[in-house]
C-alpha cells in the first residue's frame, strides 16, 4: 500500500514561507498524479494543488493562486508545495494524496479523485 509522509509544517508569521514535502518510502511517485488539500478546524477538506505525473499540468484553488507553488522531483520521490505570503487564513493541517491515472485538471482538486492519503502536517500561521 503506498504509504505518504508530508512534511515541513510548522508555525510562520503572516507574510512567511513554508515548504511542505510529501515522499514515499515503499514506492516512487513518478506514476502517481499528486494532490494537496488543507483541512482548518471545523471546515471541511478543501483542495489546494495539485500536479500531474511529469510536472507538466498543475492547478490551484482560487484563494492561493500567485502565493503558493507546488513542484515534483521524481528523482527524490519528492512533491513540494511552496507557501508565501502567507496569512492566518491558510493555518490548517495539510495533507497530500496520489493517485494513478489520468490527470483531469478539472477534477484534481477534489478529493474523490484520490485514493491514497497522508497523515498531515500542520501549518499555523499567526503572529
Known amino acids: 500500500q503506498l504509504q505518504l509522509v508530508e512534511s515541513g509544517g510548522g508555525l510562520v508569521q503572516p507574510g512567511g514561507s513554508l515548504r511542505l514535502s510529501c515522499k514515499t518510502s515503499r514506492f516512487t511517485l513518478d506514476s502517481y498524479n499528486i494532490g494537496w488539500f488543507r483541512q482548518a478546524p471545523g471546515k471541511e477538506r478543501e483542495g489546494v494543488s495539485c500536479?500531474?505525473?511529469?510536472?507538466?499540468?498543475?492547478n490551484y484553488t482560487d484563494s492561493v493562486k500567485g502565493r503558493f507553488t507546488i513542484s515534483r522531483d521524481n528523482a527524490k520521490n519528492t512533491v513540494y508545495l511552496q507557501m508565501s505570503s502567507l496569512k492566518p487564513e491558510d493555518t490548517a493541517v495539510y495533507y497530500c494524496?496520489?493517485?494513478?491515472?489520468?490527470?483531469?485538471?478539472?477534477?484534481?482538486?477534489?478529493?474523490?479523485?484520490?485514493?491514497?492519503w497522508g497523515q498531515g502536517t500542520q501549518v499555523t500561521v499567526s503572529s
Open positions: 500536479i500531474s505525473i511529469t510536472g507538466g499540468r498543475t
Open positions: 494524496a496520489a493517485e494513478r491515472g489520468y490527470f483531469i485538471q478539472s477534477e484534481c482538486l477534489l478529493q474523490r479523485a484520490y485514493a491514497h
